[in-house]
């Protein structure tokens, strides 16, 4: 377990049997689990809302697509000669349609609720 789900399970009153097993469900997904290791925010969301890691992929490929089509419209020259404005332009839109979902999204609670 990660170190504040250890600090809640034996610390703060217990961990929901619902939100372990959501957790222990999420490990086995190669992508997700990763994400729910490595940033506890995402986590929480992924373990209270089902479709959280559905609609961040979702709308992450769709700007991925839209951004990869507009910069195609501008022609093969054209990118490789702002290939560095658009590969950030990129990144950025990516962390910024995560940050969006994320924000949106319900945040599960990690101990015992009364």
């Known amino acids: 377990l990660p170190p504040d ?5 034996f610390e703060g009153g217990g961990l929901r049997k619902a939100y372990l097993q959501k957790y222990l469900d999420l490990q086995k997904v190669a992508i997700a689990g990763a994400l729910a290791v490595a940033f506890p925010a995402l986590r929480d969301r992924m373990i209270h809302d089902d479709l959280f890691y559905f609609k961040m992929t979702t709308e992450v490929s769709i700007d991925v697509i ?38 949106l999204a319900p945040m599960g609670a990690l101990g015992k609720t009364t």
């Open 66 to 103: 839209a951004a990869a089509l507009a910069e195609r419209a501008t022609g093969l020259k054209a990118f490789l000669e702002d290939f560095e404005f658009a590969v950030s332009d990129l990144v950025v839109g990516v962390l910024l349609d995560i940050a969006v979902v994320s924000l």
């Open 5 to 9: 789900m250890r600090v809640a399970a």
